[in-house]
């Protein structure tokens, strides 16, 4: 600190208390050469006191960082005090976080130099980032959560109103042969009512682990299952579905999950139908080098998707104004595609029908 009078004893002072702070201390004048450093500045940057006070430049000291660094230090020549965080690596190549301040030394209203106090602030900055993290998991646990209670309330519904509905020809029909019929097709709702359930219970135990549970699933076989869930759907409307896809063509995934998304989509595909026609739903899927493919094609109302697209998988988003649609299944439907790792395409013309193709990955 040569400018000042009596600089010798001001700098035994100065070493005397600054040597017992944990914090580190510098002085840097105008033309950036190191006038004063502390201990636990020396110790930071590896040096010692001989070979920086006097003699080395900060641009020599910091290196890459200079560059990173030079608007602060401009700022502070220009006499306006710098408080900035700053990642800075050690001699071993370990980073800490530090948090930097550079207060200019006026005199005479010019700008001789500038004070440096850095603080270590690694730990804490640890800690925040594992705060951010802890904040991260409870607003991902939150949306699985919310997601969760969508997947109960939207696919269950499938099955109270195939249940009434079926309870209900029960009472009409006279003859045993249909009510047999009718009794058939309630053991094989309660089969696959009960095989949901299972699903869902997969995914309460799996929901404070960060992996979703994936198991190899027969893709023609929760294709079928779907198609049984929706039997009464199907044969109210007279609907034809051709299914094309392999019985050997399996994916890992989540079941509950491939469950919904199949029968999100084809229970729009019934009943977004075209009044004038007969529903011609076509099921398809392949397999690619790095992916399985899967279509549901209808030959239904369309979307527009001019109009609609960009909100097309928005929640409570409805097309057609039909009395009871929820806005809520194909939200569902891509919350759930994404979370696997999938995407999912739309093409669609308005009184010709839409196709949806999903990738899982």
């Not at 005479?108 to 004070?115: C, R, S």
């Not at 397999?287 to 209808?298: A, C, E, G, H």
Request: charged content about 20%; glycine content about 6%.
């Amino acid at each position: 600190m040569s400018p000042y009078p009596n600089s010798k004893r001001i700098e035994f002072l100065a070493t005397l208390v600054t040597d017992h702070i944990t914090a580190m201390i510098a002085y840097w004048d105008k033309d950036l050469i190191c006038r004063f450093a502390n201990a636990s500045y020396l110790k930071w940057f590896g040096k010692r006191s001989e070979d920086m006070v006097d003699k080395i430049t900060l641009s020599e000291l910091l290196g890459p960082l200079y560059e990173k660094n030079l608007p602060y230090i401009e700022g502070a020549l220009r006499g306006d005090a710098q408080i900035f965080e700053r990642e800075i690596p050690l001699p071993t190549g370990e980073p800490r976080y530090s948090l930097a301040s550079y207060f200019p030394d006026i005199e005479d209203g010019k700008v001789i130099g500038f004070f440096v106090h850095v603080a270590d602030v690694h730990e804490m900055k640890l800690l925040e980032k594992e705060l951010i993290k802890s904040n991260e998991v409870v607003t991902e646990q939150n949306k699985q959560l919310k997601n969760f209670a969508n997947i109960v309330s939207h696919n269950l519904r499938s099955y109270s109103g195939n249940l009434g509905s079926l309870l209900q020809l029960l009472d009409i029909v006279d003859t045993e042969d249909e009510k047999a019929v009718i009794l058939n097709y309630l053991r094989d709702l309660s089969k696959s009512f009960s095989a949901t359930v299972d699903h869902l219970t997969e995914i309460v135990n799996y929901q404070n682990q960060q992996e979703r549970p994936h198991v190899s699933c027969n893709l023609l076989q929760y294709v079928n299952e779907t198609i049984t869930i929706l039997k009464l759907q199907i044969d109210s409307c007279n609907a034809v579905i051709q299914i094309k896809v392999e019985s050997r063509l399996n994916l890992m995934t989540n079941p509950a999950y491939l469950e919904s998304i199949l029968l999100n989509l084809i229970t729009n595909a019934l009943k977004y139908r075209h009044p004038q026609r007969r529903p011609d739903i076509t099921i398809q899927a392949w397999k690619t080098n790095t992916s399985i493919v899967l279509d549901i094609r209808d030959n239904g109302l369309g979307i527009d998707l001019n109009k609609h697209g960009k909100s097309l998988f928005g929640m409570n988003q409805t097309f057609h104004g039909n009395a009871d649609a929820h806005g809520i299944g194909l939200y569902i439907t891509k919350y759930q595609i994404d979370s696997l790792g999938g995407g999912i395409v739309v093409e669609s013309e308005v009184d010709l029908g839409s196709t949806f193709r999903v990738t899982f990955n």
